[in-house]
């Protein structure tokens, strides 16, 4: 769907609304969807459509997933949240997981950056070397 500029500036408006602090507040996300929603007008479905896609990009930028070949330590879980929080501020949600495919080491994805100091990265690294 083509966005106007008009409607996408309503979005992002919208958006520096539900804001505190630089980081979306969840009661005021839903009050702003259900009063445009309430408003009825003719190019609301292009703001909220632009307003979704803004929200979307901010979780993932605060989605932090790390993966280990074993059960993490809670000692490094700690350790892991601490560095990630100073580096990319506040407001970070964590899911650890285990995936035994790696072989070893841990693979941190947060946003669109990827840390990955597994075996199997290294494994695959060397293998494309050959």
């Known amino acids: 769907m083509k966005i106007s500029k008009q409607a996408r500036r309503a979005a992002k408006r919208l958006f520096r609304a539900c804001q505190v602090n630089g980081l979306l507040e969840e009661q005021r996300v839903r009050e702003a969807v259900a009063q445009v929603i309430a408003r009825k007008a003719r190019r609301d479905l292009a703001i909220l459509s632009h307003f979704q896609r803004l929200v979307r990009l901010e979780l ?5 997933q790390i993966e280990d070949a074993v059960e993490t330590p809670p000692a490094l879980r700690e350790g892991l949240q601490v560095n990630l929080t100073r580096r990319y501020g506040t407001g970070l949600n964590f899911s650890f997981r285990v995936n035994p495919a790696l072989i070893g080491g ?3 994805k947060v946003g669109a950056d990827v840390f990955d100091g ?3 990265a290294r494994l695959d690294d060397l293998s494309e070397r050959f």
Do not use: F, Y
Not at 60 to 64: H, I, K, S, T
């Open 118 to 120: 597994s075996v199997r």
């Open 106 to 108: 841990l693979r941190v």
């Open 60 to 64: 993932d930028r605060r989605r932090a």
